[in-house]
């Protein structure tokens, strides 16, 4: 399994912006420096939140300070924008990137947003699907591109800035349906799971859970001839993550932040896909039940090895846990965070720790072999 972050980003409307964004970028440094292998960066235009427009400027400054890390648009919003100027700045941001970037694309799923465009809603898809077949022969074939559809219309497009990578790096994110995880297993593309997406929805008939993510994926993967071991390699689940001492300390630190993030998301009106069971209303997503229910994972490094092991048996096993980049606590307390989780709740999970080598090892020096 490899580790990586995912940032809304989320800066609340009282914060210094300009810091905040400062902020970001030193995550990004600190993130490389503990052996995460990835960041994604989101875009947004309203909300008061979600204060990024432009995630490629982020990783393009984030580039020139990092070597190794990869860097993630998560993601451009389709719907509201020219595909050929996407598949331009994009091919152009991997050069700068020395082939570090990861190419996340999504339908725009804050309201906010799409009132700001005048989307209609049932607009969304069919716009992304456009765009996505469009961007794809763009940064993909040699010979310029003609397309007629309902939205787009090019005539002998070519980019003059090829992408950097051979094969680019194709993610997308779902929200309320399964639709893109097909995809994504079809085509061999990197699937994102959004971290409110529950484990299981016993029978709830809103959202898809990872459950049914995992089942689209791989089916779709088997029906294309792709092997579905690779499509849960590509597939990245986000949580929300925060380690310390003890559950009851970390949940003590957050509870303030946790509480301001998810009134801001149910006022979304995003709590319908957090929701397990019929009849459930926001009042009962409360902070304790989302930490158990969804699940989060939340603790000492102890407790988060065994809850992404409990994520993965169910799951049946994917190949990227994401954690949700948070405002939640001071930058001390979120650095420690990460740097608990980087010494003590990756090594589990990567086989060049081999820990059994070195419980060995300690065994015979102790004289308990």
Known sequence: MKFGLFAMPEHPPIE????SYDRDIDDIVLAEKLGFS??????????GYENVPVPE???????????????????????YQDPFQVAER?????????GRLEYGFGGGGLPTDQAL???????????????????????????????????????NRQLQVGPYQDVPPFAIAGLTGTH????????????????FAPMDNRGYAGAPDLAAHA???TGAAVEAGLDPADARRNWRVSREVYVSDSKDQAMAEIREGVHRSYEYLLGLGLGALMKKGEGMNDAELTFEWMAEEIPWIIGSPEDCVRQIRELEEATGG???????????????????????????????????????????????ALGKA
């Open 117 to 155: 465009f005048g989307l209609d809603r049932s607009e969304a898809a069919p716009r992304t699907n456009e765009a996505l077949e469009i961007i794809w022969q763009l940064l993909t074939t040699e010979e310029p591109v003609n397309y007629e559809g309902v939205y787009w219309k090019y005539e």
């Open 318 to 364: 994917f190949g990227t846990l994401l954690i949700n980049a948070r405002d939640w606590v001071t930058t001390d307390k979120w650095n420690r965070s990460l740097e608990l989780f980087a010494r003590y709740v990756m090594p589990p999970f990567t086989k060049r720790e081999n820990l059994a080598r070195r419980n060995r090892l300690a065994a015979v």
């Open 215 to 217: 089942k689209a994926l």
């Open 16 to 19: 210094n912006w300009t810091l």
């Open 90 to 98: 994009l091919a152009f941001l991997d050069h700068l990137t020395h």
């Open 180 to 195: 893109n995880y097909a995809r994504c297993g079809a085509k061999g593309w990197k699937a994102l799971s959004v971290y």
């Open 38 to 47: 990835e960041y994604w960066i989101g875009e947004h235009h309203t909300g």
């Open 57 to 79: 400027y982020v990783i393009a400054k984030a580039s020139a300070l990092t070597h190794t890390i990869r860097l993630g648009t998560g993601v451009v919003n389709l719907p």
